[in-house]
């Protein structure tokens, strides 16, 4: 057998599905192994360069693979797929995996640190506890619409709408019990958001990263915090414009035969990114329609040409290309700068 310089681990829960290859590309490894097993197996081998998806669990064992000295690349599934053949099997995702990650102009995603990974699970816990905060809510209005009580819109009505329903004999006991156990559970939601936003504050404080990029206009605390762990190796990106087309903000591209045909943006890359940018846009937008005076020129122009919510994406591509600049250089944030437009020397 021939020495392995390159395998690549179709994961699983259980079951990982091993393909490897010499430097003649000569299949020298098919096997399968259970979970306990893949560190040993490993373990026992010569450090060489191991590919996996990037998917669940593949940071966890690219840090496992990595202490024990091999080389780790992580692929995203969209390139694995291009290279499986016909009648798909874990033997056939992993033999496709192999030869994804030796092409030459083949992208692979950064390992993320456990701390990394420890804010992520903070920003997810928040943006669950808010989705389960705006069910209560919505339940609560639409329960207290069928007995005629409306409330207006936002999260601050809710309260007022409670202590009217709690005041009101008409109401049948079993009603008034029953919003009384929703009031109890949005209290503990909100409680719990309080919590977490307190921890990913704190965190974002100390982070000289986030905090930098917290000062652009229509990047806030969470914004900033997803940019700072979902992007931890910036230098993989050539520009500022791949980094926004890797989060989905640039325009499918149509062209053929010399002739330019753009689309709608691609959205592709991480949703979460894509959805924070535009909605931080959107809020820029608002207060320069309120404030022109203060809003930039660029924007201003921008807004005349296209509707709102076309020139929000324009708008979360620019700030996604400084939210980039402001990582690699290291730069603060300041408009206007005349060398550098938008940066000064930090």
């Known amino acids: 057998m021939g020495e392995i310089t390159r395998v690549f681990i179709d994961t699983s829960k259980q079951i990982f599905q091993l393909h490897g290859v010499d430097a003649g590309e000569a299949v020298v490894v098919r096997k399968t192994l259970k979970r306990s097993q893949l560190a040993t197996f490993f373990g026992s081998i010569p450090p060489t360069v191991v590919g996996l998806e990037a998917c669940g669990a593949s940071h966890h064992w690219a840090r496992v693979l990595g202490s024990l000295g091999h080389e780790v690349r992580l692929v995203a599934p969209q390139h694995v797929k291009a290279y499986v053949r016909r009648n798909k099997n874990d033997a056939r995702d992993a033999e496709g995996g192999c030869e994804a990650m030796s092409r030459p102009t083949m992208t692979f995603v950064p390992v993320k640190t456990v701390e990394d990974q420890a804010v992520l699970m903070l920003v997810s816990l928040r943006d669950r506890l808010v989705r389960q905060r705006t069910q209560v809510t919505n339940a609560i209005r639409g329960h207290a619409s069928e007995f005629g009580l409306v409330a207006p819109t936002g999260l601050d009505k809710i309260d007022d709408l409670l202590a009217r329903i709690a005041c009101d004999e008409t109401l ?34 100390a982070d000289e990263t986030s905090r930098r990029l917290a000062q652009v206009p229509g990047i806030g605390p969470i914004g900033a915090t997803l940019l700072r762990v979902k992007t931890p190796a910036p230098e993989v990106f050539k520009s500022g414009r791949q980094y926004a087309a890797w989060m989905g903000l640039t325009p499918k591209d149509h062209s053929t035969a010399g002739k330019t045909k753009l689309g709608v943006i691609t959205r592709a890359g991480d949703e979460a990114l894509r959805a924070v940018l535009v909605s931080g846009a959107m809020s820029v937008i608002r207060q320069a329609r309120t404030r022109p005076d203060r809003a930039s020129p660029w924007l201003i122009a921008l807004l005349e040409r296209k509707a709102p919510k076309e020139a929000a994406v324009a708008l979360a591509n620019k700030m996604a290309r400084i939210a980039w ?22």
């Open 325 to 346: 600049k402001l990582m690699i250089t290291g730069q603060a944030y300041a408009p206007g700068h005349s060398q550098q437009p938008g940066l000064k020397a930090a």
């Open 172 to 205: 049948p006991i079993l009603a008034r019990e029953l919003f009384a156990i929703e009031a109890q559970g949005l209290a503990q939601l909100q409680a719990r958001l309080k919590q977490v936003d307190t921890k990913l504050m704190a965190w974002h404080r």
